[in-house]
């Protein structure tokens, strides 16, 4: 408005308005179709910006279609003795998995320096301890630790290396953050879980060329796995096949009481199996 009074519009405004909504309408409609150029580039490209070689479809066909080249193993393989595109590894091994219980709580209640000080006390001692009684480490996976054993009392090693991770969770690392810490007695009741099978197990490479971990494939892996997370007032989960192939030394105290509970646990498919678990601690 002009001193008060109204503008009139006339046909050559009104038709230069509806030219500049037409030419914004046509530039919202190019931007978004360029938009989804891009989008749809990006799903053909890798990180780099170029075009991805082989393709993710190529890949996967290889990979499916590959024939095995498996040899038997006499020791636990490291990853470069496994050929990355088809290699694989039959072993006979008992699979143990220490994996300490509440790391995330105490992410959550914990400076990140206390929380990632535990983690790794936990990880460095149940790995000398593994190592100490002839385990192979194969993978870290947060504040878990996996180790194979081989050889004809491999079952009993493993049970040994678990006894004694117990006995230094209760009496070395609480303790010890009891007493770094001025408040420590509010948060060294850690815990953890130990899991223990043994079998036949299929190790291959996993992941792309220089970014690959081995990976272990078979019931015995995955059970132990599972059972290193059962919690409770028993850390250590060990079964029926390990229990009956164990010597005495790690299965009986001195006075010949049991070590070991016969317990049950629901597998993955549903079904309750015997499994045998303990509280017991032995020191190195």
């Known amino acids: 408005m002009v001193n008060g009074a109204k503008n009139v519009w006339g046909p050559q405004q009104i038709a230069g308005i509806q030219e500049w909504k037409v030419t914004v309408a046509t530039g919202l409609i190019r931007r ?3 938009m989804s150029e891009a989008l749809t580039r990006l799903d053909s490209t890798d ?3 170029g075009t991805m070689y082989p393709t993710i479809e190529s890949s996967v066909s290889d990979i499916l279609t590959a024939a095995w080249s498996i040899t038997d193993g006499r020791v636990v393989p490291k990853t470069e003795d496994i050929v990355m595109k088809n290699g694989g590894r039959l072993v006979d091994a008992t ?8 790391s995330s ?20 001692t149940a790995s000398r301890i593994l190592r100490n009684f002839g385990g192979e480490i194969r993978s870290f996976d947060g504040d878990r630790v996996m180790a194979l054993f081989i050889g004809a009392d491999k079952e009993t090693k493993a ?3 678990a006894l004694a991770i117990n006995w230094a969770v209760f009496e070395v690392l609480r303790p010890k953050i009891m007493a770094n810490w001025s408040d420590g007695e509010k948060f060294s009741d850690i815990t953890h879980g130990v899991g223990i099978d043994t079998g036949e197990a299929l190790i291959v490479r996993g992941g792309v060329r220089d970014n690959n971990d081995l990976i272990s494939v078979g019931k015995a ?12 007032n028993m850390q250590l989960s060990i079964t029926k096949d390990v229990y009956e192939a164990m010597d005495n030394e790690v299965a009986f105290m001195p006075n010949g009481n049991r070590l070991w509970h016969q317990a049950y646990n629901r597998n993955d498919s549903g079904v309750n199996e015997m499994i045998y678990r303990s509280s017991a601690y032995w020191g190195v």
């Open 105 to 124: 709580k105490m992410a959550n209640t914990l400076s990140k320096e206390a929380t990632a000080k535990i983690i790794r006390a936990y990880i460095n």
């Open 47 to 49: 990180q780099q910006g």
């Open 95 to 102: 699979y143990l998995y220490s994996d300490l219980a509440g």
């Open 159 to 161: 049970v040994r290396a």
């Open 32 to 34: 978004v179709a360029g």
């Open 221 to 232: 892996p995955n059970r132990a796995a599972k059972l290193s997370e059962l919690r409770g």
